[in-house]
């Protein structure tokens, strides 16, 4: 069973018809017993994936305040060997990015080949946060969409493997996360005045998500709806999709390795014997 929601261009998406509180029918053992094995799966695909290097990943994340971005990639660092992977955060963009269009930061850090990149919020900003709060105007942002659907071809053009994750949490569980922000001293840095600005545009977001997700879902770019209001779910559904986006390709990355360690033989043959028969040093 598929935990998150695909997206992919065919069928509209309508968020308030997907239940953010749903755990698959398992319990939290069962889930976190998943994930272990999702994980090892994971670690072996990146692997692959790095050494043969016909291919790059790129995961985007996206959500609401406290939906779990930085939950979701720490999991998946857990099982990453950490050489190949690399997690880029998006913040208000500086009067140097401010001065170029909206994709200008963001390429540099596309994933090259092997290697896989996690966006902490991504260039989606542009036509969320920007367009509800007004940031641009409507002829500006409502561009983007298409602009966003051709950077993303070119990068798929280019052996990237492209997958957006929405995690979806409901209103009552975000106002749960921040209260319990304030109760807890420790978590307190995490606290943001913001949030709870934000919080007021929750129907003009909701809004926003639902036309990003659904102009910008294209079956080389999906976009994945994910339940979020249980964290072992969340953390779950993304390495689920994350394993089944590798898995199709583990075949070709082997042989690649094997032509690969085929030829670092031959080439070391060669040398053994031009020892031999040149008498060497
Ligand atoms: P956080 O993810 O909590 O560290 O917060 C990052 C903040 O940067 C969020 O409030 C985002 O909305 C904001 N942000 C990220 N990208 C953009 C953007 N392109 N334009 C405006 N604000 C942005
Ligand atoms: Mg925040």
Request: charged letters at 30%.
């Amino acid at each position: 069973m598929a935990y998150a929601q695909r997206v992919d261009g065919r069928k509209k998406v309508r968020l308030a018809e997907i239940d953010p509180h749903v755990d698959g029918g398992l319990s939290k053992a069962q889930g976190k017993l998943e994930l272990q094995q999702l994980g090892q799966e994971f670690a072996e695909l990146e692997d692959l994936l790095f050494y043969a290097s016909h291919h790059s990943l790129l995961i985007i994340l996206q959500g609401r305040d406290t939906a779990g971005k930085d939950g979701a990639i720490r999991r998946v660092l857990e099982f990453s060997n950490a050489q190949s992977i690399r997690v880029v955060p998006f913040k208000v963009p500086t009067p140097r990015e401010l001065a170029h269009d909206f994709l200008w930061r963001v390429h540099p850090h596309a994933p090259g080949r092997g290697m896989t990149a996690i966006f902490n919020r991504s260039h989606y900003e542009d036509v969320l946060v920007s367009r509800v709060r007004g940031l641009v105007p409507p002829e500006v942002w409502e561009r983007r969409y298409q602009h966003i659907n051709h950077f993303e071809s070119l990068l798929h053009d280019s052996n990237t493997l492209i997958l957006k994750f929405y995690l979806h949490i409901s209103k009552e569980e975000q106002e749960r996360r921040l209260l319990d922000r304030e109760k807890e001293t420790e978590k307190a840095w995490k606290l943001s005045v913001q949030d709870w600005k934000e919080r007021e545009y929750w129907d003009a977001y909701t809004a926003a998500y639902e036309d990003a997700i659904n102009r910008c879902a294209t079956p080389h770019a999906p976009w994945y709806v994910v339940p979020a209001d249980r964290k072992w779910y969340r953390d779950l559904a993304v390495m689920q999709r994350i394993v089944e986006e590798l898995r199709p390709h583990r075949e070709t990355w082997l042989q690649t390795l094997r032509k690969i360690g085929d030829q670092a033989l031959v080439e070391l043959r060669a040398y053994r014997q031009s020892l031999q028969g040149g008498g060497g040093d």
